[in-house]
């Protein structure tokens, strides 16, 4: 095979699978924007992460995620993009976050390893209690103590 040829096919190949990537019938759901507010004993949480996983089985798992900020609100993400899909969700609140603070170089005066703020069972699809239908009229998560 000479280069002319050789230079002939790739292209062909290569135009063939840019055309391919247009021809998925793959589309992102439409998003609902999910805002909330986080409480624990009827203070806000101030700290954390909220997470939603589909409540039926077989549901397609995305990336549906917020931070919760200093005064307890939280806005839901999917795929970086703001918003949730449509749909019954699972929803787990993990709070262990490790301090910001440079890590003493003396490790007999590292700073206390991260409490936990809210009750363990939060923290995993197949134990939290919470689930949340979206689109709704409220997305606030009042949360028991540790």
């Not at 999917?78 to 787990?92: E, H, M």
């Amino acid at each position: 095979m000479n280069r002319a040829t050789f230079r002939v096919r790739g292209l062909t190949c290569f135009l063939g699978l840019l055309a391919c990537t247009g021809c998925s019938s793959r589309s992102d759901p439409a998003l609902v924007p999910v805002e909330g507010k986080a409480t624990v004993g009827g203070q806000p949480l101030t700290v954390g992460d909220v997470t939603f996983f589909p409540a039926e089985a077989g549901g397609v798992p995305l990336n549906i995620v917020g931070k919760i900020g200093a005064d307890g609100t939280y806005k839901m993400t999917t795929n970086g993009k703001t918003g949730a899909p449509k749909g019954k969700y699972k929803v787990t609140v993990y709070t262990m976050i490790a301090s910001s603070s440079p890590v003493a170089p003396d490790i007999s005066k590292a700073p206390p390893p991260p409490k936990r703020k809210v009750n363990a069972k939060y923290e995993s699809p197949d134990a939290t209690d919470l689930t949340i239908e979206v689109p709704s009229a409220s997305y606030d998560l009042n949360l028991s103590p540790p």
